[in-house]
């Protein structure tokens, strides 16, 4: 086992995650998850499988226009084939509805990927929010 290249490739799927989401590439989202991860905090319940979560988020995307997913640094915590990744978020997300209002969410993502005969997967993701501002641009500017 390289450690240099595990950490490599799962910053890289963390940068997948965010790539698939806001280009609104719903496989190569699909692609970073293991068919039976568990997602945590994205709602009231708990989603479970690969194929519902994607449709969970084709369904939450249809409220918004671009985003763009900004990932802080990621604190990993390698043994052997699983790992834990500690992953830093900044989403701006432009409401589709009220291309005038913006929200933003501050959030840590806890991830949990194992190592699979096509590199690591994300068994179970959890969205640790620290705060949501939805700010109004009142005068028709840029926010």
Partial sequence: ???????????????????????????????????????????????????????????????????????????????????HCRTDVQALHFMKDAPKRTLTLWATYNTDMKRTDEGWKIVRHELESRGIRVQEDADGDAV
């Fill in 1 to 83: 086992m390289d450690y240099v290249a595990d950490r490599i490739a799962l910053t890289d799927v963390m940068l997948t995650y965010a790539k698939g989401v806001d280009q609104r590439d719903l496989a190569l989202y699909a692609s970073v998850f293991d068919e039976n991860v568990e997602i945590v905090g994205f709602g009231d319940q708990t989603v479970r499988g690969r194929d519902a979560w994607v449709a969970y988020v084709e369904e939450a995307l249809k409220a918004f226009g671009p985003t763009q997913h900004m990932l802080g640094p990621q604190l990993a915590t390698i043994d052997g084939d699983t790992a």
